[in-house]
């Protein structure tokens, strides 16, 4: 008999070529995996609530998988912290139902986007964690920009387009409208201490480099280079080749992921 649970999971994205597991390069998946077969003696998937790109962050990146009865989540909780490596780090785990699939279980996500604006996002403390812009932004034109893409819209000027790849679905299901994302929450908000903005974006799904393109074409139009008018004709647009290119990887953050109340066991986590 197996038991399933959900860890969340920190990570720092600078050493690793992503979240999902690749022949030749280190990933999060890997790590995750080979500490998991090292508990239960063989081998065990573990599956991500989103497949982060090289470079990306996570606060707080759902991990389901199925380990043998005996363990217990406070016993297990100590043992993942143990034998990950440092910039891994488990902050919760809990039990949940059988079935559950951090991907396709979840009914929505959650990203943040750091971008720098003052000389000091240079130091080297800080650029492998944001997007050292090092240039003001005009935040009313961000919050009016971010505001356009509010609801649900088609999200082809906003997505990476490779036919018959499996890994440029969106995350979670199939779904019968493959570029349609309904966005929940969008915000920019200044960071402390004028160090530059911050975007907040919840949605039931995201496409491959979605808040990349987001975040590129808004800091295009906070920096005077576009109009705002173009985030409304981006949204009407078939494909990407008018959109601004997407912002680099090391300022994007995966939060969270929402699940429904029937997905968590009775018994609770760690």
Not at 9 to 26: I, M, N, T, V
């Amino acid at each position: 008999m197996s038991r399933t649970y959900l860890a969340l999971l920190h990570y720092d994205g600078r050493d690793f070529a992503g979240w999902q597991r690749q022949p030749e390069s280190r990933t999060v998946q890997a790590e995750f995996e080979r500490v998991l077969e090292r508990l239960c003696g063989r081998r065990v998937v573990a599956h991500g609530a989103g497949r982060t790109d090289a470079g990306v962050h996570a606060i707080g990146m759902g991990v389901s998988f199925a380990v043998p009865e005996k363990w217990a989540a406070e016993q297990l909780h100590r043992a993942l912290n143990a034998l990950l490596p440092r910039d891994c780090w488990v902050e919760r785990l809990g039990a949940m139902t059988t079935g559950f699939h951090a991907r396709k279980s979840a009914i929505g996500r959650r990203y943040r986007y750091d971008v720098g604006t003052d000389a000091a996002a240079d130091s080297p403390f800080r650029r492998p964690y944001e997007w050292a812009l090092g240039r003001a932004l005009d935040g009313s034109l961000l919050e009016r920009a971010a505001a356009i893409i509010a609801g649900t819209h088609h999200f082809h000027a906003f997505a990476v387009r490779r036919p018959g790849r499996e890994a440029h679905r969106p995350e979670g299901t199939r779904r019968l409208e493959p570029y349609q994302c309904t966005i929940r929450t969008t915000r920019w908000e200044p960071r402390p201490g004028d160090r530059g903005f911050s975007f907040h974006i919840a949605a039931d799904r995201f496409l491959h480099h979605m808040v990349r393109f987001l975040v590129g074409t808004m800091t295009d139009i906070g920096l005077g280079r576009r109009p705002i008018d173009d985030m409304a004709t981006l949204l009407e647009s078939g494909d990407n080749q008018a959109t601004s290119p997407p912002a680099p990887p090391q300022g994007l953050y995966f939060v969270a992921a929402e699940y429904p109340d029937e997905c968590f066991a009775p018994e609770g986590g760690a």
